[in-house]
Antibody
């Protein structure tokens, strides 16, 4: 069974750093792209970027380029999303998703990680 | 960026009745090489991640009930639920995966009348 399990909710202060994770199982993790998607509370979905764990080829949406870093460690089947200096506007639910064999859309999704940034 | 516009923003339908959600792309999401529209539909229930329903605009994902169907006409796309069930209450999103950055519609909230 394909599963993506994300790390738990985080509460941080503005300016702090953070790295959240997404661990895949039940499939060949290295050979499927992983996407990160943001959802601000009560709002819609935003595509942040994708990574191919096999070679760490990473592509960012222009809106998120320079704001976050996407990485992966294929040895432990885990993808990451990190911030060096959080802002209150980073408060959101963050989902990882495995991209389908048929195109750049998510066929399996993690349960989400809620990040709250507040002073 | 390709802008995806859904209509309506919210919809209330009686149980057993048909629900129709529309999505319009600001430019074509059709690849002429394979004649496929790079458009997908997701369902998101409260407190849950999105769930894939439809890809290639009209191909139902495995395990999705056949009351869900997708159709296309140029840059206009439609998700139809033929006979609304209580468990279909959710927010529905379209997404284009033709051109990066891949973009979503704003969502349509479906409720029971």
């Amino acid at each position: 069974e394909v599963q993506l399990v994300q790390s738990g909710a985080e509460v941080k202060k503005p300016g702090e750093s953070l790295k959240i994770s997404c661990k895949g199982s039940g499939y060949s993790f290295s050979t499927y792209w992983i996407a990160w998607v943001r959802q601000v509370p009560g709002k819609g979905l935003e595509w942040m970027g994708i990574i191919y764990p096999s070679d760490s080829d990473t592509r960012y949406s222009p809106s998120f380029q320079g704001q976050v870093t996407i990485s992966a460690d294929k040895s432990i089947n885990t993808a990451y999303l990190q911030w060096s200096s959080l802002k209150a506007s980073d408060t959101a639910m963050y989902y990882c998703a495995r991209l389908s064999d048929y195109g750049d859309f998510g066929d399996y999704w993690g349960q989400g990680t809620l990040v709250t940034v507040s002073s | 960026d390709i802008v995806m516009t859904q209509s309506p923003d919210s919809l209330a339908v009686s149980l057993g009745e048909r629900a129709t959600i529309n999505c319009k792309s600001s430019q074509s999401v059709l690849y002429s090489s394979n004649n496929k529209n790079y458009l997908t539909w997701y369902q998101q229930k409260p407190g849950q991640p999105p769930k894939l329903l439809i890809y290639w605009a009209s191909t139902r994902e495995s395990g999705v009930p056949d009351r869900f169907s997708g159709s296309e006409s140029g840059t206009d796309f439609t998700l139809t639920i033929s006979s609304l069930q209580a468990e279909d209450v959710a927010v529905y999103y379209c997404q284009q995966y033709h051109s990066s950055p891949y973009t979503f519609g704003q969502g349509t909230k479906l409720e029971i009348k």
